[in-house]
């Protein structure tokens, strides 16, 4: 149901770790994700704590589907001075190629407790159905 765009995002991601860079508009990190199947409906849970709603931003177009989120720092006041920063901040973005079997038009996007969860139903035309056969007075059906 799913396809990776980008087999280098998890090497892309250690480093990122390493150097402690962050992500800008033009480089956005990568986020954290799973995917799995629950009954007809597709699941992917990302990982984006820290985030508000509005700095969240979902797209599709045709069946890639993009998330992109900015962590952006907190404000402080004049008199504060920050002693450890090590919660990475700015643009993170994952990209993922959406099969044609998964129904777009209606995603469903949840965010609670810094996990954004979208939920893709499966389409009508993918789901296995019976094809009933005519010409004779005794129909018979094939399961396909």
Do not use: C
């Amino acid at each position: 149901m799913l396809m990776r765009t980008d087999p280098f995002r998890e090497l892309d991601r250690l480093t990122q770790q390493l150097l402690g860079t962050t992500g800008t508009w033009s480089r956005p990190s990568t986020m954290p994700m799973d995917a799995y199947r629950e009954g007809d409906v597709y699941v992917i849970a990302l990982d984006i704590p820290g985030v508000s709603t509005d700095a969240i931003d979902i797209d599709v177009e045709r069946n890639m589907l993009t998330v992109k989120a900015e962590r952006r720092p907190t404000a402080k006041d004049k008199d504060v001075q920050m002693e450890l920063s090590e919660r990475p901040l700015g643009v993170f973005s994952r990209q993922l190629m959406l099969a044609d079997t998964l129904d777009t038009e209606h995603i469903e996007a949840d965010y609670e407790a810094g996990v954004l969860t979208l939920r893709i139903p499966i389409a009508e035309r993918a789901k296995p159905r019976k094809i009933s056969i005519g010409g004779s007075s005794d129909r018979k059906q094939i399961s396909g």
